[in-house]
Nanobody
């Protein structure tokens, strides 16, 4: 059974940094595409970044240059280093795994989801 558990969220001031982790079990992450999404209250979930099984990375325009996605295969964990955070409310961040060969850049490519973790960026 595939399980994804996000951690590292919390409260941070605008301009600060946080690192999110997504620990996976029941799957060997190096064989799959993994991605990060976020959802603000009342809004649709949106793609943030992803790490493909071939080692390629993808970012949304809104986080390009500020966020870095990485993976530690030995720990079966994906990370999202978020720098220069902007005060955008209290979105939930979700990690996901996709079983297809298509790199994750939307919900459609995700087969398993974590429960999410909240990040609050204060002005």
């Amino acid at each position: 059974q595939v399980q994804l558990v996000e951690s590292g969220g919390g409260l941070v001031q605008a301009g600060g940094s946080l690192r999110l982790s997504c620990a996976a079990s029941g799957v060997t992450t190096s064989m799959y595409n993994m991605g990060w999404f976020r959802q603000a209250p009342g809004k649709e979930r949106e793609f943030v970044a992803s790490f493909s099984c071939t080692g390629n990375t993808y970012y949304s325009d809104s986080v390009m240059g500020r966020f870095t996605v990485s993976r530690d295969s030995a720990k079966n964990t994906m990370y999202l280093q978020m720098n220069r955070l902007k005060p955008d409310g209290t979105p939930m961040y979700y990690c996901g795994i996709g079983e297809s060969l298509i790199a994750i850049r939307s919900d459609a490519e995700v087969d398993y989801w974590g429960k999410g973790i909240r990040v609050t960026v204060s002005a």
